[in-house]
């Protein structure tokens, strides 16, 4: 299993990013995926999660209407997209998973930087 984020960067406040997280080694289409991040200092938050079927959507507090989190199952891959960024969403993102029916375990990627700062 791997997921491979990319898209992260430097972006002024009130900026765009688009994440991207491309993931291999498993049914990408029958499974849920998240977005988290971590900002130094802090423990990591959930961000964002969509579902397998359906797409449903949720979303931390912090960035409801700002961010969206897609899918493209041809892809196997899911994005994140984050518009009219603050400093305080300034962390490291990772995009993650689990597998498993009975044992349940977890994966993670590597991790994007975001930086919005001016």
């Known amino acids: 299993v791997q997921l491979v984020e990319s898209g992260g960067g430097l972006v002024q406040p009130g900026g765009s990013l688009r994440l991207s997280c491309a993931a291999s080694?498993?049914?990408?289409?029958?499974?849920?995926m998240r977005w988290y991040r971590q900002a130094p200092g802090k423990e990591r938050e959930l961000v964002a999660a969509i579902t397998s079927v359906g797409g449903s959507t949720s979303y931390a507090e912090s960035v409801k209407g700002r961010f969206t989190i897609s899918r493209d199952n041809a892809k196997n891959t899911v994005y994140l997209q984050m518009n009219s960024l603050k400093p305080e969403d300034t962390a490291v993102y990772y995009c993650y998973t689990r597998l498993g029916d009975g044992t349940v375990i977890s994966y993670w990627g590597q991790g994007t930087q975001v930086t919005v700062s001016s």
């Open positions: 080694g498993f049914t990408f289409s029958r499974v849920g």
